[in-house]
């Protein structure tokens, strides 16, 4: 069977590899580079794209509703989504009935779209263009709390024997990289889509981090 994307698109000089046309998964959520996201999949356009990136060794790219809803339902609004979103590579698959797969990926590089369709069962591919990872930014002296607040946040989950393989974050830590940092924190504040979809797209690592830190003295947290 042909593929429904090739290796022919976007590649930015400056940034990751991403096929292109891309596949689309829209979610209610924005997905930050380094992060890990599970899935429930049953919806008959998500399990194809999911066994075909399994059979291909592909991402698909997960971009957040700004319309309508994650499944789709006769007489909902029409899906319309936010044009920069981040690459979900598969971890695991498991099949547990016919007609459900559960997935956990992981999330890497982000894109920015340049043109979009559906396709007839109801799937979103997408031309998109690559955005260069963050720069590799240490953590300043005046930001270090932040690093510590989730340290001590993570140790609070080990006290209450809470298995790794539950938590919302997984290693590798990279305590003092303001970018690995700042996204870690933005999934784990309970913050407006909209607010996190405008963090996820800074191009600056540290400034994303000193907002963080803002929000998190706001709470008491650092």
Not at 15 to 20: D, N, Q, T, W
Not at 51 to 80: D, I, N, Y
Request: charge should be negative; include cysteine; glycine fraction near 8%.
């Amino acid at each position: 069977m042909k593929s429904a994307w090739d290796d022919s698109g976007c590649n930015n000089p400056a940034g990751p590899l991403i096929p292109s046309p891309l596949p689309l998964f829209p979610l209610s959520t924005v997905l930050f580079p380094g992060g890990v996201l599970p899935l429930r999949i049953f919806e008959v356009r998500y399990l194809d794209l999911i066994g075909q990136c399994q059979r291909e060794g592909k991402p698909f790219g997960v971009v957040a509703l700004h319309q309508g809803t994650e499944v789709r339902r006769a007489g909902a609004p029409a899906e319309e989504f936010l044009q920069v979103g981040t690459l979900a590579h598969l971890r695991d698959v498991e099949r547990p009935q016919p007609g459900l797969i559960n997935i956990v990926c992981d999330a890497g590089a982000r894109f920015r779209i340049e043109g979009a369709r559906q396709l007839p069962h109801g799937l979103w591919m997408a031309d998109v263009q690559a955005i260069p990872d963050d720069a590799a930014v240490p953590v300043p002296d005046d930001l270090s709390e932040v690093a510590t607040a989730l340290e001590q946040l993570l140790d609070s989950w080990r006290a209450r024997a809470i298995p790794e393989d539950q938590w919302p974050l997984r290693a590798p830590w990279r305590w003092d990289d303001c970018g690995w940092l700042a996204n870690r924190w933005c999934e784990l504040l309970p913050l407006p889509l909209a607010v996190k979809q405008q963090l996820m797209e800074l191009d600056n690592p540290l400034v994303r981090l000193e907002l963080v830190g803002d929000l998190l003295a706001r709470h008491g947290q650092a």
